[in-house]
């Protein structure tokens, strides 16, 4: 399998609630369920403490609007790169927002994301 042979509307219908879960749980620091997609390789490459200070010390981290604009998709190897314009509930400008999907084992996982 590989993700770049489907479709964009396929692509996003995963995606889109995936990116809405990271900014929920990125807003309240809740790791365990920011992770819960991850691919497994993302996972190890964590440093929980490092993504732990983040989450508390991060005033964009948590404090993502829930407004999004999607930009595009990416198309590359095994994996997909999703492009949002995102917004801060506190700091005033836009930010890109990149998730990054592809096949582990059979079912599509995120290997990265991203927003700066």
Do not use: C
Request: hydrophobic content about 35%; charged content about 25%; proline content about 1%.
């Amino acid at each position: 399998m590989n993700i770049i042979d489907n479709t964009d509307e396929e692509i996003l219908a995963i995606a889109n609630p995936w990116w809405d879960d990271l900014v929920k749980y990125s807003n309240t620091g809740e790791y365990g369920k920011f992770i819960r997609n991850f691919a497994y390789s993302l996972i190890q490459g964590l440093n929980e403490v490092e993504v732990g200070k983040q989450f508390s010390q991060s005033e964009l981290a948590r404090n993502l609007s829930d407004d999004k604009d999607y930009l595009g998709i990416i198309r590359r190897g095994e994996h997909v790169t999703v492009l949002y314009k995102v917004r801060s509930t506190k700091k005033t400008g836009e930010w890109l927002g990149r998730l990054v999907l592809g096949y582990e084992k059979g079912q599509v996982k995120i290997f990265g994301a991203s927003v700066f």
